[in-house]
C-alpha cells in the first residue's frame, strides 16, 4: 500500500519541522502540497531517464533485455473513453479528464486501443508526421494528443465506422490527483520524492530561536 | 517459386522490424514505415516486379498515354486476330510530334509550321490502281503538295493533275479524284493535313474488284519549321526556306529535290508494323511508322507498374530478411555507419537468397562464378 497525497505532505512536513508540530516553522502544509505535484512528477521524469540509461546498457550485453520504452508500468492509469468526431477538423477525439505526465516523446500517453478486438493504435507526436504516407498507411489508425491550458484531448486518425469505447493508458500529471487519492507511484520513488520536498523547503524554513540561549540553535522540544 | 509464399501485411512487418531491433511498443512505426515504403518500392523494381498488360486506343498525334502506375515499358505490340502479339521495335530516336529536337533553336513549331499529314501504302502491285478522294474545300497551300516518292512512278501524274488546278486559279478541289496506275511496292503521299482532308482511297489491284483501304495514316502532325529559323549551334547562315537541320529526321520533315517528306527509311526494317519510344517525362508512347501504327488502332502495351496503394498491403514472407537488413540499412546510415555497412552486407546476401528461390540460380551467383574463376585463371 502506497502513499496517498495527503500522507506523503504530513511526511514532508514533520522531516521539514524536524519531527515536531512546530508552529514557528514559516512552511505551509498547503505550499508543501503544491511543491509535491512538482516533485513527483519531476522523480518520474528522472526515474524514467535512469531507466532509459538502463535499457542502452542492456541492450549492448543482451539486445532482447531492452525495451524501447522505459516507463514503468506503475505510472501507468487506464483509462477508457467513447471517441467523439470533431466536424471542423473531420477527426474523431477524446478529451481526457486528467493530464498526461509530460515526459519525451509523447511517452507519457503509453497505448490507445479498442476495449474490444485485437488490435492496437500507433501513437505518433503529431499530425504533420501523417503527411505523404497516405498511400500504404490508410488503414491504420494513428492517434496523438494535443494539450491546452484547460485540457489534454487525444485525435485519432482513419477511425472507421462503428466506433466503440477505447482504452488509454496514460502516466497522469499528479497534479489532477485529490489528497485522498493513492499515489500510483514506482516503488522507490516516494523516498525521492521527500528528499526533493524537504531539500527544497528546508532554506525555506525560519531559523528557529535560541530560545533556551544555550548556543544551541535547534529546535528543542517544549516539553 | 514467388506464388507459394504467404504474405504478411505491412503493419505486421513494420512491427516485427521495429521489435527486432527492440523498439517491442514500435515507437518508430512511421519513421519505419516510410522507410519500408521505399524499400518495398526498390524490391518491387528489381526483385518482385508487378508487370502488367493493357490495351490502348493510339491517339490522335500517334501517341498512346499511360496510366500513371507506369514505371518502364516492356513490351508494345499490337494484337492480331489470333490473339498474337505483333511486337514493335524500340527507337530512341523517335520524337513526339509536337516535341522539338533538343537541339532545335528554330523560332518555328507545329502551330506556326505547315500541318503535314503523310500516307503510306505497302504491298501494292505492279499495274494496280490508286484512287485518292478529297472532299470539297481542299485547298493546295504548296505546290509541291501532294508529294509522291517511293516509287517515283506515281508522282508525274500526280503532280500534273494537281498543277491543273493550280494552273485554274482555283486552288481549290472539289470533290477531285486523283487516280494512277503505280508501280509495286510502296508509295507515300505528303499532303498538307490543315487545307486538305481525304475522304477515301481506292486501291484496285491487277485483275480484282476495287476495294475500298483505310487511309493508313502516319507522321501526322509532322512538325515543319517555318521561316526565321536561325541555328547558332551549326553556326552557318541558314536559308529561310531550308528545314532546320536538327529537325531533319523521324516524322519530321527532311529536305528533297522537289519538296520536304519525313526521314522515310529510318524506322529498322526487322519492325515493319511500327516502332516506339516510352517518353519517361511525359510518360507517353511515341510510336513510328509501321503498318499497325493507325489513329484509332489498339495497341498492347506490358510495363512494369509502381506501387499502388493495394500493392503496399501484402509483402512476400519470404522477403522479410531482405526487407530487414535493407530498412536497418538506410535508418542508420546516418548514426552508424560500421552498423550500416553490417547492414548492408546482410542485404545483399538476402537479396541474393531471394532471387534465387525465384529464378533457381541468381544472376549474382553466376556472375560469382564468373569472377572467381577468372582470377584464378592463369595470368600472363
Redesign the interface.
Known sequence: MGYTKGELVDQAYYRISGGIDNNEISVNKIDIGKYLIAAINYALVEDYRFKLRDNVLA?RSS??E????PVDHNMLTRFTFSPQFDELRGLHYIELTDKILSLP?N?GLH?AMPLKGNTAY???VSQQ??L??E??????VFYWPEHSTSSDVILFKNMQEPIGDVMIFMAVDFDSISDTSNLNLPSGIEVRVLELVVQFFTSQRTIPGDDQNDGNDQIKSRL | MIQDVAFDSFDTVVRDICAFDGDSQADNYLRTSRILARCLEEINEYAIPNIESKVFEIEDNLTVILPIDVQSVIKVGALTANGAVRIMGENQGLIAPSQKPLKCTCSSSSSNGINIASYRFDNLLTGSILEIRFTNGTVMELPNYPYAFSPSNINPLLTSDIKLYYENGGHELLDVTISGVIGGGSVGLLFSKSSLAVSEIKYTPVSAAPQTVAPFIFGEDIFYPGENCEDDIISQPINNNAPCYYCTFHNICIAGNSGYRPAYGLHPKSYRNGTYKYDIKRNLIILGNGYDVKVGNEILVEYRTGMTNEKYLLIPRLAFQLLYHRVMYFASVNSNTNLAMSHLSQYRVEWKRFKARQLDVALEDILAVIRRNYRRGVKG
Not at chain 1, 531492452?66 to 520504452?69: C, D, G, K, L
Not at chain 1, 498511400?135 to 491504420?140: A, E, G, T, V
Open positions: 541492450k539486445p532482447l531492452a525495451q524501447s520504452n516523446k511517452r497505448a500507433t501513437k505518433i508526421e501523417l505523404g504516407t498511400r500504404y498507411l490508410s488503414d491504420q
